[in-house]
């Protein structure tokens, strides 16, 4: 079978978590304790009230199929939540709901990129991103976050990178690896450069809600931006709804027509409860999500703290998300081999940073969306590992 797939599978990345994961779980039953900080999933259960919404509406019958792109009611309050906070009117034909958030970035590109063309994407990033600009064929070109710069985009060195094949530019704050934001006027760089430009933002605000200082800020909300910016969001992170899969896209018109069009070529459409679930995620209470972060606040500063006092650690305190990105070049060995090392030797469970691109070579990935007892005693495990080498 394997000298019969298409060309295209070979160039299909996968996501290094859940390989660590794996490893993990295969130690696990083999009775090892393993702390995990490899997965980028909140430890919180989904709000209460969501779940019951879900439960009610499975009861009511609601478990048939659903138009493509979101039953109207469920597009029209995440319209409403994005004109909202965005500070522009939306209207429900602009959103696609999707089994999760990573179908939009798999549609967006499938639908807009040509064989050839460049796309920019953020390097440490998420990896689905260049696994996808390859399958569709187009030519990935990685924008460096580097540290010094606090893992934002240098906009002179972005703008040495647009050429005339330059179709799309994806941009994600707050960042997933490094916890880092792009500032207000990083973004106004940003529209301000690609102003008179057919280049497509995809703009990936996951992490919107899970800030520790200040706010995040969409591009869409400067002049011009909305009529070439795709959203990628959704209630993974926010709502601990990871297992819902439930998430969304809000772009120009026309463009929802043509996802839609994929959603029914592939799944078909998004469950109705879950929709629904969707619907009191964002028109409930919000005092819990609120809490949660007050709580990965505390998480994070006693990870950082702990990790800081690592001889030859150091760590930038990350301005949002749930991930810490420490510095390990001093150690001189490779990040995957350290992330292994740490599993089998301490029995925590990271990711190396070069799983998130070549640019992320010399850190590693944790995620602190475990309990302060837990971080607290993976820090100590990894001190002690890390100081035998």
Excluded at 81 to 103: D, F, H, L, N
Excluded at 346 to 354: M, Y
Aim: overall charge negative.
């Amino acid at each position: 079978m394997k000298n019969m797939l298409a060309d295209r599978m070979n160039v299909l990345g996968s996501e290094t978590a859940f390989e660590m994961l794996a490893k993990a779980r295969a130690l696990e039953a083999q009775g090892k304790e393993i702390i995990h900080l490899e997965i980028g999933e909140p430890d919180f259960a989904t709000p209460s009230n969501v779940i019951e919404k879900g439960v009610e509406c499975m009861r009511a019958g609601m478990t048939k199929y659903t138009p493509s792109p979101g039953i109207g009611e469920a597009r029209q309050v995440i319209a409403d939540y994005i004109g909202r906070t965005r500070g522009y009117t939306v209207e429900p034909e602009e959103v696609v709901m999707t089994a999760g958030g990573k179908p939009i970035m798999f549609y967006s590109i499938l639908s807009l990129v040509n064989p050839g063309d460049e796309v920019i994407y953020p390097n440490p990033g998420f990896p689905i991103y260049e696994s996808v600009i390859n399958f569709a064929g187009g030519t990935p070109v990685p924008i460096p976050l580097r540290e010094e710069n606090e893992f934002r985009m240098d906009i002179e060195e972005l703008k040495q990178l647009i050429t005339d094949k330059t179709k799309m530019l994806i941009i994600n704050t707050p960042q997933n690896p490094t916890g880092g934001m792009l500032t207000q006027q990083d973004l106004k760089d940003i529209a301000d450069l690609i102003a008179d430009r057919d280049i497509v933002v995809l703009s990936d605000e996951i992490y919107e809600n899970i800030v520790y200082e200040g706010k995040s800020h969409s591009i869409t909300s400067l002049p011009g931006m909305r009529e070439k910016t795709i959203i990628l969001n959704g209630f993974s992170k926010t709502y601990a709804m990871t297992g819902w899969r439930a998430g969304y896209g809000v772009m120009p018109k026309e463009l929802a027509f043509h996802i839609s069009k994929l959603v029914t070529n592939s799944t078909s459409c998004l469950a109705g409860f879950t929709q629904m679930a969707c619907i009191e995620a964002l028109t409930g209470p919000q005092e819990e999500v609120k809490s949660r972060v007050e709580q990965f606040k505390i998480r994070r500063d006693s990870i950082v703290d702990g990790l800081n006092s690592i001889s030859k650690v150091t760590c930038l305190k990350p301005k949002g998300a749930f991930y810490a990105f420490p510095n390990i070049k001093q150690f001189n060995k490779p990040s995957i081999e350290m992330a292994d090392y740490l599993l089998y030797e301490a029995g925590v469970a990271t990711l190396g940073g070069s799983s998130f691109g070549s640019y992320g070579e010399g850190y590693l990935r944790i995620s602190y969306a475990n309990s302060l007892d837990n971080i607290e005693k993976a820090v100590n495990r990894i001190g002690q590992a890390l100081n035998k080498l």
